[in-house]
Every structure is written in C-alpha cells, then in structure tokens.
C-alpha cells in the first residue's frame, strides 16, 4: 500500500478540483478545491470566489436596472385609477436635478428641508451614508452632491468631491 491509500483506505478525500479538473486528496473532509496549484496555495478556490463574485455583481446590477417602485399618488387613490409606475433612476435623476438647481454654481449652500420637499425631493433615494470622522453628523450622498443636516429644518448641500475624507 501506499503512503495515500494508507491514509485513506476508502478514498474518501480523493477529489476533483471543480475550477481546474485535476485530482487530489483532500487535507478534510471540507475541502473542495486544489490544495496548491501554481505554487500558490488555494490558488483554485480564489480563481472560482472571483468569478463567483463578478457573477453575483452582474445578477445584482442587472435586478437593480429593472427595479421599479409602484407609487400611488393621492389623486390615484382618490380617483380609484390605476397605479404610477416611476423608476427609480427617474427619481434619482429628480432628486440630482433639484440639488443642482439649489447648489448652481455655489460651492456650498444651505436650504430648508420643507423647500426641498416641495420640489419633489426625495431623502430616502440616497447612493450612501457616511458618517463625519469625530462627529455624530451623517452625510447622505446623491450621485455627485453631498447633503449635511445643518439644523433642525435645514441642509448643507456641496459636491461630494470638497469632502476629501469621504473619497
């Protein structure tokens, strides 16, 4: 007998690698892929994660481009008639548009919360949140503006790219 089947009298860590095909034995039970390949170790295992993962981001990106959120205006339901079909990217598009007709040409300027609320505005349409390094603050990123909660009823808006501890 030799040294493998002496270890293994039932073949039961004998494997093939799912990412490249050769066969191995298995240090346990666990262990799927190639133990070393290249001089690396666990060299199939990462080659088959990073597909794994650029699939997985595919899929998540391709959900998110036919996502759509069904709205129903007051008048909608006052009126019985059927439901508003907005996408999200057009209430994005909304969202950036207002913030760039209150920023203009500004580097920063402050707005009160209901005004951005009559125009359509939407808060909950964020990209990200990012917290103020030592403050409590959070800033919420809108494609390329940033708004800080100044006070109570007002907003900082600027361009994410003055807030270099972000990028």
Not at 67 to 84: C, F, K, Q, R, Y
Not at 124 to 131: I, K
Not at 140 to 162: C, D, E, F, P
């Amino acid at each position: 007998m030799n040294k493998v089947t002496e270890m293994d009298p039932r073949g039961e860590y004998q494997r093939v690698c799912p990412y490249c095909g050769e066969s191995f034995t298995a240090h346990h039970m666990l262990q799927i892929y190639c133990p070393e390949k290249n001089g690396h170790l666990n060299y199939c295992k990462n080659r088959q994660k990073r597909i794994n993962d650029r699939l997985k981001e595919e899929e998540i990106e391709a959900a998110l481009k036919d996502m759509t959120i069904v709205l129903l205006s007051n008048d909608a339901l006052e009126d019985g008639l059927n439901d508003e079909i907005i996408s999200i990217k057009e209430k994005q598009a909304k969202n950036t548009a207002i913030i760039g007709s209150f920023l203009g040409a500004l580097e920063s300027v402050e707005v009160e919360i209901d005004l951005m609320i009559e125009q359509g505005f939407d808060f909950d349409l964020y990209d990200q949140v990012q917290t103020i390094p030592d403050t409590n603050l959070n800033i919420a990123i809108y494609g390329q503006y940033a708004i800080v909660w100044s006070s109570n009823k007002k907003v900082l808006i600027t361009h994410k790219t003055t807030l270099t501890w972000i990028f």
